[in-house]
């Protein structure tokens, strides 16, 4: 009768160090993942950022490009070089995601008013500057869109049994989407074959 108390006793001792390896292996496999897809979003905003500051860095000469050119359209000009500066200015990520959509804003009209400017649209500076900033635009694109499928998969696992529970533990919290404002209809230029 003590032997198979002892083989049940043995028993239930391995199957308890078992699930308690298996329950340490599931908690670090859960934690490893959570670190990546946090290194991952922010490896993206990093490359985000990049890019940014590389379209931020065009801004000023694409403007003086304009300036010889656009003598009434100022206002233009004067919107583009203050959505520069606040975005010069922004902290966090949600502020620098606001400033981006006033920069794209600016930059759109800029280049929708030079339509009107047939010698600025044959001025090859100004031609190679709107390509490297649009080439640029792309490629932040495409970049958000990695953004934000890295914070959406991250935001839905810590919210998630049982990575919640290590992701508590490791302090994680929500992160945001990076958002393009969508423009209203009086914000589209409208066209015209005039």
């Known amino acids: 009768m003590s032997m198979i108390v002892s083989v049940s006793v043995l028993i239930t001792a391995v199957i308890s160090v078992l699930l308690f390896i298996g329950i340490i292996i ?14 991952n979003i922010d490896r993206s905003l990093s490359n985000i950022d990049v890019l940014l500051k590389q379209r931020f860095d065009e801004i000023p000469r694409l403007v003086e490009v304009c300036k010889g050119y656009m003598a009434h359209e100022r206002e233009t000009l004067q919107k583009v070089v203050e959505a520069r500066n606040i975005f010069i200015n922004v902290g966090a990520n949600a502020e620098k995601f606001s400033a981006n959509s006033a920069l794209d804003k600016a930059l759109d009209s800029l280049f929708a008013v030079s339509e009107g400017y047939p010698e600025l649209k044959a001025n090859e500076e100004f031609m190679h500057l709107q390509r490297r900033i649009t080439a640029i635009e792309n490629q932040i ?3 958000r869109e990695f953004y934000n499928a ?11 049994i049982p990575d919640m529970v290590i992701a508590n533990m490791l302090g994680y919290e929500v992160k945001p989407m990076f958002k393009v404002e969508t423009k209203s209809e009086s914000d589209i230029n409208p066209v015209s074959f005039s």
């Open 150 to 160: 890295s914070v959406a998969i991250f935001n839905t696992r810590i919210h998630q």
């Open 141 to 143: 694109a495409e970049r």
């Open 26 to 39: 599931l908690g670090i496999s859960i934690y490893n993942s959570l670190i990546t897809l946090n290194v």
